[in-house]
């Protein structure tokens, strides 16, 4: 309560607004060491460069996440390498990592998938054991505490993002905190040498953009509207999420770059309303979750659910059916993860995934759509949500290989 305090009374009249964002993410985190950049995959980036695993060392990660993770490996002069899911979590499987055949990775990423905490119990001992440096993918959870440790802090580093549709928004952007001291000059050396510094321009830009996401995307703006954001994205107007080149592999200009002011700004007015977030996703989630059996799907297993996840994963036979049934008539369901290097149009093998490496991912990629927690959804809206999902979805018939 008290840093939430600090923050507003910060967040307005600040002369040095990045300064206080990181601070403030340090207090939040209890430690660490935050910088903020560009995306949450130049979070990545950055701390993978610091760490200086070695040309063409291996990175391990779970086979169902954004292409812009493996992306950030590569860049990064490193190799990733593919662990299959669980089908019931949606994380990273601990008894494939223990029986990883492939000794030398030099690091692991663990993903929060949807939010749902990854089973450090199990696998940091594992990456321990192995000489694994541990990375945490916060992209999907902000404070979720892990048998009392926040997701965060257990690793070397983790990285956020701050995209319009993560647990809180800076307008694209993304945070690192890193856990370790060394590791954090290391980073701090680098961001000064390395790292583009986004211009007037550039900060203006991002700036006429929020105002525009702000008014033209939520739940009540009808598709032709949200049709327009995305040509203007395509017209180069907006700064998309991924290019076309990246989703081949290709490093885009300026990738290496520090988060803009106005960025910086709106970082500073979600933080200071995070427990109002967080709160909000959880009563959703609880909803989600005690309404779906009625409409015949199968809830998640219950250990996660009074946790503020950003997207609550359903399992549906007809997918495709109902992401455009859902575009027609404008109801908000995710598509998350079509493909296990999300999106579907990824050229997996520009980053070393062949068809067959993760077969629950891939059959999660076909059946799971995924309900929204953020605060444009009231219960009202979400209870329209799940009407919609009663009448086009079919239930999956479910797992590869249950348990
Ligand atoms: C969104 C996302 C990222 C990347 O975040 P950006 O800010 O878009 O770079 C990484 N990992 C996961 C799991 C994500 O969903």
Same mark, same amino acid.
């Given at each position: 309560m008290f840093v939430m305090t600090l923050i507003r009374s910060r967040s307005d009249t600040t002369l040095n607004p990045t300064r206080d964002f990181s601070q403030a993410l340090e207090e939040f985190f209890g430690q660490g060491a935050c910088f903020l950049l560009a995306k949450g995959r130049v979070a990545l980036y950055a701390g993978l460069q610091a760490m200086n695993l070695g040309r063409g060392a291996k990175v391990v990660l779970p086979g169902y996440t954004c292409m812009v993770v493996p992306a950030a490996v590569q860049y990064a002069g490193l190799r990733p390498v593919y662990i299959d899911i669980d089908p019931w979590t949606y994380n990273l499987d601990p008894d494939l990592l223990e029986g990883?055949?492939?000794?030398? *990775? *030099?690091a692991v990423i663990v993903q929060h998938t949807y939010g749902i905490p990854a089973e450090m119990a199990a696998i940091r001992p594992l990456a321990r054991s192995r000489g694994m440096a541990l990375i945490e993918d916060c992209c999907h959870l902000f404070g979720t505490r892990i048998e009392g440790q926040r997701a965060g802090t257990f690793g070397a580093f983790a990285f956020m993002s701050g995209q319009w549709n993560k647990p809180f928004s800076t307008g694209l952007g993304g945070m690192l905190l890193v856990n370790d001291p060394s590791l954090a000059e290391r980073v701090n050396a680098l961001v000064a040498q390395e790292a583009f510094r986004p211009g007037a321009f550039k900060n203006l830009l991002l700036r006429v953009q929020m105002i525009a996401f702000d008014w033209l995307v939520n739940p009540s703006s009808s598709g032709i509207v949200r049709e327009l954001y995305r040509a203007l994205g395509r017209l180069g107007l907006v700064v998309g999420s991924s290019s076309v080149g990246e989703l081949r592999g290709e490093k885009p200009g300026g990738y290496f770059s520090t988060m803009a002011v106005s960025q910086v700004r709106r970082g500073l007015r979600e933080l200071a309303r995070i427990e109002e977030n967080l709160s909000h996703r959880a009563r959703l989630i609880a909803f989600y979750h005690h309404e779906l059996p009625r409409i015949g799907f199968a809830p998640l297993p219950a250990a996660n659910l009074d946790l503020p996840l950003l997207r609550y994963p359903v399992r549906v036979a007809n997918k495709q059916e109902v992401l455009q049934r859902g575009r027609t008539s404008n109801v908000e369901i995710g598509s998350w993860f079509e493909s296990p290097l999300h999106p579907g149009s990824t050229v997996m093998e520009d980053f070393g995934y062949r068809a067959g490496m993760c077969p629950q991912a891939e059959l999660a990629s076909a059946q799971v759509i995924n309900l929204p927690t953020h605060l444009k959804v009231d219960e009202s809206l979400a209870e329209k949500i799940l009407d919609f999902v009663g009448r086009c979805a079919r239930p999956a018939e479910c797992l590869v290989a249950s348990r």
């Amino acid at each position: 309560m008290f840093v939430m305090t600090l923050i507003r009374s910060r967040s307005d009249t600040t002369l040095n607004p990045t300064r206080d964002f990181s601070q403030a993410l340090e207090e939040f985190f209890g430690q660490g060491a935050c910088f903020l950049l560009a995306k949450g995959r130049v979070a990545l980036y950055a701390g993978l460069q610091a760490m200086n695993l070695g040309r063409g060392a291996k990175v391990v990660l779970p086979g169902y996440t954004c292409m812009v993770v493996p992306a950030a490996v590569q860049y990064a002069g490193l190799r990733p390498v593919y662990i299959d899911i669980d089908p019931w979590t949606y994380n990273l499987d601990p008894d494939l990592l223990e029986g990883f055949p492939d000794s030398g *990775a *030099a690091a692991v990423i663990v993903q929060h998938t949807y939010g749902i905490p990854a089973e450090m119990a199990a696998i940091r001992p594992l990456a321990r054991s192995r000489g694994m440096a541990l990375i945490e993918d916060c992209c999907h959870l902000f404070g979720t505490r892990i048998e009392g440790q926040r997701a965060g802090t257990f690793g070397a580093f983790a990285f956020m993002s701050g995209q319009w549709n993560k647990p809180f928004s800076t307008g694209l952007g993304g945070m690192l905190l890193v856990n370790d001291p060394s590791l954090a000059e290391r980073v701090n050396a680098l961001v000064a040498q390395e790292a583009f510094r986004p211009g007037a321009f550039k900060n203006l830009l991002l700036r006429v953009q929020m105002i525009a996401f702000d008014w033209l995307v939520n739940p009540s703006s009808s598709g032709i509207v949200r049709e327009l954001y995305r040509a203007l994205g395509r017209l180069g107007l907006v700064v998309g999420s991924s290019s076309v080149g990246e989703l081949r592999g290709e490093k885009p200009g300026g990738y290496f770059s520090t988060m803009a002011v106005s960025q910086v700004r709106r970082g500073l007015r979600e933080l200071a309303r995070i427990e109002e977030n967080l709160s909000h996703r959880a009563r959703l989630i609880a909803f989600y979750h005690h309404e779906l059996p009625r409409i015949g799907f199968a809830p998640l297993p219950a250990a996660n659910l009074d946790l503020p996840l950003l997207r609550y994963p359903v399992r549906v036979a007809n997918k495709q059916e109902v992401l455009q049934r859902g575009r027609t008539s404008n109801v908000e369901i995710g598509s998350w993860f079509e493909s296990p290097l999300h999106p579907g149009s990824t050229v997996m093998e520009d980053f070393g995934y062949r068809a067959g490496m993760c077969p629950q991912a891939e059959l999660a990629s076909a059946q799971v759509i995924n309900l929204p927690t953020h605060l444009k959804v009231d219960e009202s809206l979400a209870e329209k949500i799940l009407d919609f999902v009663g009448r086009c979805a079919r239930p999956a018939e479910c797992l590869v290989a249950s348990r």
